[in-house]
């Protein structure tokens, strides 16, 4: 599905959301989930659909579906970023163990120093 949504997707209009970042972080501006997840808007066959933005990024430069044993993760941690190198797939248990250790280590650097 992501395809056919790429497939009628203006790239022209969708760039000129992108905002660089010095971190090599790609942002693209628009509606945010309460997860913190771009989101995009469009109709397909009359339908009302809403896409996450890095994952339709992934299908652009990659021109094929997420396979659905598989996600899109942000090797950056940077939930806005679409940036088709700082995505990854990977499975959803890869993915969940990603983001615990991300946490952690997350943590550890927060902790004071002894």
Request: aromatic share 6%; charged share 25%; with cysteine.
């Amino acid at each position: 599905m992501l395809k056919r949504i790429a497939a009628k997707a203006n790239e022209q209009r969708l760039n000129a959301r992108l905002r660089p970042l010095p971190c090599g972080c790609v942002e693209y501006v628009g509606a945010v989930n309460n997860s913190g997840y771009t989101k995009l808007n469009f109709r397909l066959d009359g339908q009302h659909i809403q896409v996450y933005a890095h994952r339709l990024f992934w299908v652009l430069h990659n021109g094929r579906e997420i396979p659905s044993d598989m996600t899109v993760d942000h090797k950056c941690q940077n939930s806005k970023c679409v940036n088709p190198e700082h995505l990854q797939l990977v499975t959803q248990s890869t993915n969940s163990k990603l983001a615990h250790l991300r946490k952690r280590l997350a943590r550890k650097d927060r902790s004071p120093s002894s």
